[in-house]
């Protein structure tokens, strides 16, 4: 792959800086090359050219307004073998927090810059066009985009029409209707779609729309900031009604970090994780083990849980603590400290149980906690929503192997009979064993997901949530954390002065990867079978 982007990119250096990033749908890393830092996001899928052609078009029609920075899109590439490639600038990015409401402002500046542009064509009485494939910008009287754009992987077609209604309903809601209908047959969702499609025009009585150029899937997870101000990315645009893209961000900002959009004011909340499949109450009840395992420690902060309520019909609904976060930002430094304080906190009870002679047991369903000698958990817990078993080892290579990474690849096996990774995993997990040399692990009790999503602030410090909690190896949890980004470096620095690297640190590191780059194919299919072979070929090596 390097040879090829460096070829295509007319680069003679072409150096890995070891920022990797993505997310569930695309894999991505930094490369320093002749004319600065670029980010290539990859892809396998079929889709993968029109996708990534979606998202260059959306970035530099956005890119010409000048009103909200996003990343300078550079070149889609297609690979020998299938894979694709999207080269885009590379920008320095953290989570948004004291750029907020700068991003709202340009925002709305995005979604009047098209309406601003018809009131000066007007003034100056010039003809109005759509104005595709020219440089300029120019006023657009109707509603779609010049070209396919996809929202996660699926594709919208953005066929132009005179108005909004028909456009939204027709190319946005009744595509989406027409796959629940091929995949699920659901009656109840056809017959109220059937009544709904008949009432939408009524919502729009005496509401003036003009075309706003749009972001498209602007969730909490495509947005940040750096030090000159708010940044967008991934788009999927398209002229549109700009109230559907406010709606966007406030959904996934409660989705995502930026709490203070929920309800203020309250002390706890229903946690509608309203999942509709047997395995809800399973997965709720590992978080609530694993909120109340933390908690014992008194060492950082969690939403206190409540209850899980089984619902009729199925699926089920975890109660919790309401806490107003905020997305981690100057406590990033006290969150490493803290993490590291968590994993030591079994080691030390050990040592103090030692000094006083007492007897040492694991301690599960005890109100006080106890030294716990072996690896794994009291209860399943769930990584997504994949249901991972925690029996207790007395050895960590042995919980590894056989409860996270041989656990993935049988699910590999079973969906995907990827012979590749069953050669490479069958060599693999015999030297496993060997990087753990003169290495002396105490379990510690791991979060188990700790990714920028499930960390947050408030004023009085850090928060995580959403834990997957096992004993194990302290060295597991900061696999993901510095995989995806949004975790800085003081964070690590911080816990690193607690917790120094053990020899042999960066190619466990690798391991520990592994299993979420496997745990990423098992939920979000093929376009991570790449990255999880690359791995396993380098800790072959």
């Known amino acids: 792959m390097e040879d090829a982007l460096r070829r295509e990119l007319g680069t003679a250096v072409l150096r890995p800086t070891g920022y990797l990033g993505g997310g569930c749908i695309s894999q991505g890393q930094s490369y320093d090359t002749d004319r ?71 925002l709305a500046d995005l979604h009047l810059h ?22 300029e910008v120019q006023f657009v009287d109707q ?194 400290e803290q993490i590291a304080d968590l994993h030591l906190y079994n080691q030390k009870l050990g040592e103090k149980l030692r000094k006083e002679g007492n007897t040492i047991g694991k301690g599960a369903g005890h109100s006080e906690s106890q030294y716990v000698d072996k690896f794994g958990f009291h209860t399943a817990t769930c990584c997504g929503y994949i249901p991972q078993v925690n029996e207790w080892q007395s050895d960590w290579p042995s919980f590894f192997i056989r409860h996270r990474l041989q656990a993935q690849l049988d699910l590999i096996e079973k969906d995907y009979g990827d012979r590749e990774a069953r050669e490479l995993w069958s060599q693999l997990k015999l030297k496993i064993p060997e990087m753990f040399c003169d290495v002396e692990i105490v379990p510690a009790l791991l979060h188990g997901d700790l990714w920028a999503g499930n960390v947050a602030e408030d004023d009085s410090g850090p928060i995580i949530f959403d834990p997957a909690s096992f004993y194990g190896h302290s060295e597991f949890e900061l696999a993901i954390a510095g995989m995806f980004g949004g975790f800085s470096s003081s964070f690590f620095s911080a816990y690193h002065s ?32 790449g990255s999880t072979l690359n791995v396993m070929r380098k800790l072959l090596k």
């Open 143 to 336: 509603f779609g985009f010049h070209t396919v754009t996809c929202c996660g992987y699926l594709p919208q077609v953005n066929d132009w029409q005179n108005d909004w209604v028909t456009f939204f309903a027709k190319q946005r809601i009744q595509p989406q209707m027409d796959m629940i209908e091929k995949n699920s047959g659901d009656r109840e969702a056809r017959e109220l779609w059937a009544q709904l499609q008949l009432k939408i025009p009524s919502l729009f009585c005496d509401v003036e729309i003009v075309p706003a150029l749009l972001h498209g899937d602007l969730w909490g997870g495509n947005v940040a900031e750096d030090d000159s101000g708010p940044i967008i990315f991934d788009p999927a645009s398209f002229y549109g009604h700009s109230d559907s893209c406010r709606q966007q961000l406030k959904q996934g900002m409660e989705k995502g970090m930026n709490s203070s959009l929920l309800k203020a004011g309250c002390w706890w909340t229903l946690k509608e994780k309203l999942l509709q499949f047997y395995k809800a109450r399973k997965m709720f009840e590992g978080e609530m083990a694993s909120l109340e395992a933390i908690q014992k420690t008194n060492i950082v902060r969690v939403p206190q849980p409540i209850k899980i309520i089984d619902l009729p019909g199925g699926g089920a609904m975890f109660v919790m603590e309401y806490l107003k976060m905020k997305h981690l930002n100057k406590y990033s430094s006290k969150l490493g």
């Open 498 to 529: 607690k917790i120094p690297k053990a020899p042999g640190f960066e190619k466990r590191n690798k391991l520990y990867q592994l299993f979420n780059y496997i745990n990423h194919w098992n939920h979000f299919g093929t376009g991570y079978r």
């Open 114 to 135: 098209n309406q601003q542009l018809g009131e000066k064509l007007k003034k100056e009485e010039s003809t109005v066009g759509k104005g595709q494939g020219q440089m």
């Open 36 to 106: 600065g830092r670029v980010y290539v996001k990859s892809n396998s899928k079929a889709e993968a050219r029109r996708m990534f052609e979606g998202e260059m078009a959306s970035l530099e029609a956005i890119l010409k307004t000048q009103t909200i920075k996003v990343p300078k899109p550079i070149k889609v590439i297609d690979l020998p073998g299938g894979n694709t490639l999207f080269v885009m600038e590379h920008l320095e990015m953290r989570g948004l927090n004291r750029h907020s409401a700068k991003l709202g402002t340009q």
